[in-house]
């Protein structure tokens, strides 16, 4: 269990305050106004690029808010866009023991996270290779939901396929099959690369036991190496639309960018665009 600290609340405060304010509009996808006078962005903007209250993250920035959790930590990172360098002693100043290196890190990149950025009106999201959400656009929250709020193997999209039967309803259920054999050929993926005694393995014997599909699947031994470029998603607002889906592979993180578009014209593109503005709804109501 990681060390608890002494938090340095006044460098905190200086900490998190210039890098702020070293931050443009521009690098996290907003537009800059003309009547913007603060030197880099606003508390209110940080604050919701770190799904947490003003109240909360200002309180931190004037050296009077409680200790962060190693959770809050993580988050306050992925918002600011921080570096591995610069998260590590962003824990430090909190009071808490880095997280270890590893060349498989759960620690978005900047350069990654400023893609996302310019994709806010577009289902997007960065995965691990458990199918693990680390960030969303906003139009990916209004069409997944947030999956980042997950704990434990809930975390991994496949392990909640098999578990909950919510996890289905983005999907029509004449294509359940397809995707059940889909997800649990990246799960098997994901456990021969690491292990039986990872992650992965703890999370497959847990399946083994919950799930008599995934038990059955599992028995085929099916492996697949690729990911279905086509699919049909389906939102109770606006519908059902046929994407492509585009990945951009991050070898060093063992992360990816699922990116999830569609045909120009179409009415599977009208209606990702009317999700957009719902996503866009969402974030502006603070939820």
């Known amino acids: 269990m990681p060390q608890t600290q002494v938090m340095d609340r006044a460098q905190l405060a200086d900490f998190l305050r210039r890098r702020r304010e070293a931050l443009q509009p521009e690098d996290v996808g907003l537009r800059r106004g003309s009547r913007r006078r603060t030197a880099g962005l606003r508390r209110e903007e940080v604050a919701v ?4 209250s003003t109240d909360y993250y200002s309180r931190l920035e004037q050296a009077r808010g409680p200790q962060p959790s190693e959770q809050m930590l993580a988050a306050i990172a992925r918002g600011l866009r921080l570096t591995l360098d610069e998260r590590d002693h962003l824990f430090r100043l909190a009071g808490h023991t880095a997280p270890a290196r590893a060349l498989r890190s759960e620690h978005v990149s900047p350069g990654l996270m400023r893609i996302l950025d310019r994709l806010a009106d577009t289902p997007a999201q960065v995965m691990t290779e458990l199918g693990e959400t680390l960030a969303q656009t906003p139009a990916a929250r209004a069409l997944f939901g947030d999956e980042t709020r997950f704990e434990g193997f809930a975390r991994s999209v496949g392990y909640r396929w098999f578990t909950d039967p919510s996890a289905r309803t983005v999907y029509p259920i004449e294509d359940h099959p397809m995707h059940s054999r889909a997800f649990a050929a990246e799960i098997r993926t994901a456990y021969a690369k690491f292990g039986a005694d990872s992650r992965a393995g703890a999370m497959v014997s847990s399946l083994l036991q919950e799930s008599p599909e995934f038990a059955e699947l599992w028995a085929e031994h099916e492996v697949r190496s690729t990911h279905a470029r086509e699919k ?3 939102h109770p607002e606006v519908g059902v639309m046929d994407m492509q889906c585009q990945f951009l592979i991050d070898p060093e993180q063992g992360q990816t960018l699922l990116v999830l578009t569609a045909t120009p014209g179409t009415p599977s ?12 709804q969402e974030i502006a109501a603070g939820r």
Request: charged share 20%.
């Open 232 to 234: 049909r998603l389906q």
């Open 49 to 52: 690029l770190c799904d947490m």
């Open 269 to 280: 593109h009208e209606r990702l665009q009317l999700l957009s503005v719902l996503g866009t």
